[in-house]
């Protein structure tokens, strides 16, 4: 079964513009994972934010993380024709289930060049 | 190698045939997966190894899909009499840890598995 929703389902967006994309999970977890996924280079991991932490930084990624609502927010600045792909969240569990992934349904961002 | 790799890329099977899907994992990776991801979702998580040992099955459809990693490197999934249903992209997914605490896994290109 799948722990994570991604909202929106599709995102449009113009090259430049910013692209924010958001995941809401129901159980407790150890770290939260965002991955990107195209057709060239398959799924690859972007970014990874703990239970305690809030906010992290990559480059154009900002990645924000809410334990008390169980959501997370992946956001994309300065967004390029390069980023069109499909973003996922992964939450990994606490001990007993943290060498497990758990994947959300993904978001289908498309930036128009 | 450079990354995980999976062979073949593409599988057109008829039903009731016999598939066998292969995984390289990236060298000294302890831990290898397989995921299922069917058009327009995310991976749903099949399996997991630590070395040779299947610590987790729970994710496999049914009796039909089997794993195996006898050497604690390649990997290989089997799906017997496929069926329709079982057409998909099967992902593979080796780390460097026995668990995500602080490390991702990384992925290979998958297997279109399509059963006519």
């Known amino acids: 079964s799948q722990q994570g929703e991604e909202d929106p389902q599709a995102l449009s967006i113009q090259e430049g513009e910013n692209a924010t994309m958001n995941c809401s999970y129901k159980?407790?977890?150890?770290?939260l994972q965002w991955y990107r996924q195209n057709s060239g280079r398959g799924l690859v991991h972007l970014i990874l934010i703990r239970s305690n932490e809030r906010e992290k930084h990559s480059g154009r990624l900002r990645v924000t993380l809410d334990t008390s609502k169980k959501s997370s927010s992946l956001l994309i600045t300065a967004s390029r024709a390069a980023d069109t792909a499909s973003y996922f969240c992964?939450?990994?569990?606490?001990?007993?289930?943290?060498?497990?992934?758990?994947f959300g349904k993904g978001t289908l961002l498309t930036v128009n060049p | 190698g450079a990354g995980v790799s999976q062979s073949p890329r593409y599988k057109v099977a008829k039903r009731g045939q016999d598939v066998a899907l292969r995984c390289d994992p990236i060298?000294?990776?302890?831990?290898l997966f397989w995921y299922q991801q069917a058009l327009g979702q995310g991976p749903e998580f099949l399996t997991y190894?630590?070395?040779?040992?299947?610590?987790?099955k729970s994710g496999l459809p049914s009796d039909r899909f089997f794993a195996e990693r006898p050497e604690g490197s390649v990997s290989t999934l089997k799906i017997q009499r496929t069926q329709q249903e079982d057409s998909a992209v099967y992902l593979c997914?080796?780390?460097?840890?026995?668990?995500?605490?602080?490390?991702?896994?990384?992925f290979g290109q998958g297997t279109r598995l399509t059963v006519v």
């Open positions: 190894f630590q070395n040779e040992a299947q610590l987790d």
């Open positions: 060298s000294g990776h302890v831990s």
């Open positions: 997914a080796s780390s460097l840890a026995r668990s995500f605490t602080r490390i991702e896994a990384f």
């Open positions: 992964a939450t990994v569990g606490v001990p007993g289930s943290n060498y497990k992934l758990t």
């Open positions: 159980t407790s977890i150890n770290n």
